[in-house]
């Protein structure tokens, strides 16, 4: 995203360690990237901070508990409702939400669906379909 002009990027992870590494990986080509240990449960950003959210495998890292994929854990549902929840807080009005993974519609729309959103789903790729969900904040 960088090299194709969009300078003003925010990232976030629970993880100190890849944080740090992140940030120092990028401090000299990419020095106003910025790089923050964080919940995505419980982000620290203010309300309606954000134009655009990207998850790249923050809920599909959550939902690998091992249970039944058709009735997951209460912990499961709870922790995808909250990063849903939360990212959509720290949208602005008009904001996209948008989420890639091969999680299929009937395991992923009961998360994103949320009142004051629209959802749209695209499915990409030929023999392996990846989805791309939309979700935007009315």
């Known amino acids: 995203m960088w090299e194709d002009g969009y300078h003003n990027i925010v990232n976030t992870d629970y993880s100190?360690?890849?944080i740090e590494q992140?940030?120092?990986?990028?401090s000299e080509a990419r020095p106003s990237m910025e790089w923050?240990?964080?919940?995505?449960?419980?982000?620290?950003f203010d309300d309606a901070s954000f134009d655009v959210a990207i998850d790249k495998g923050t809920m599909d890292a959550m939902m690998t508990a091992k249970a039944d994929v058709w009735d997951p854990p209460q912990q499961v549902i709870d922790d995808c409702n909250?990063?849903?929840?939360?990212?959509?807080?720290?949208?602005?009005?008009?904001?996209?939400?948008?989420?890639?993974?091969?999680g299929?519609?009937?395991?992923?729309?009961?998360?994103?669906?949320?009142?004051?959103?629209?959802?749209?789903?695209?499915?990409?790729?030929?023999?392996f379909h990846y989805f791309l969900y939309i979700v935007t904040k009315e």
Request: glycine share 6%; charged share 40%.
């Open 82 to 102: 909250k990063e849903v929840d939360e990212t959509l807080r720290v949208l602005r009005k008009g904001g996209k939400f948008i989420y890639l993974t091969f």
């Open 104 to 127: 299929q519609p009937h395991f992923r729309k009961r998360y994103l669906q949320k009142e004051g959103t629209s959802l749209e789903i695209r499915t990409l790729g030929e023999a």
């Open 36 to 44: 923050h240990e964080m919940d995505v449960r419980d982000l620290k």
């Open 22 to 26: 992140m940030r120092s990986r990028h």
């Open 16 to 18: 100190e360690i890849l």
